[in-house]
């Protein structure tokens, strides 16, 4: 009996520091941003609105990165969400097939024990800029002004 207890203590003692390993419990050092789109005199949402002018199918985030194809964001709880794997000074948002603005955005770089993976660290969204202002953050989702 004593032999089995020794070799379970012996088969679960690498697990006592893979479980106490803080990067574990992270999930991704990219950095997730929500936004949605008012008109700027009314303060009516765009595209959750009760009359909205763009539908939630042909609005999205792109980025001109490579390896990068197609939509970098998506619909969840009325507004859209996105995350940035890599950092970008410039997203476009797309609101139509003819409609299309710029966004620009800034960072502070963060080095922590878990997120080192460049020599800058990761980027945590600071701010974007739409239309030649800077978005409102209301909580944790950026306002679009239009």
Known sequence: MLKHIKRLYILSFPLLFISCDPCLSIRSCADTFAFKIVDKLSGQDLVFGSSPIYSTDSVYLLTNLPG????????????????????????????????TDTLFLSYDYIKTKCC????????????????????????ETYVFKK
């Not at 080192?116 to 909580?139: D, P, T, V």
Request: charged content about 20%; hydrophobic content about 35%; proline content about 2%.
């Open 116 to 139: 080192n993976y460049s020599s800058r660290g990761y980027g945590k969204l600071q701010s974007i800029k739409y239309k030649q202002m800077f978005a409102i953050k209301e909580g």
């Open 68 to 99: 990068y194809a197609g939509a970098i964001s998506r619909v969840e709880n009325n507004k859209f969400m996105s995350t940035l794997l890599i950092p970008t000074d410039t997203l476009f948002l797309r609101l139509t097939s003819t409609e």
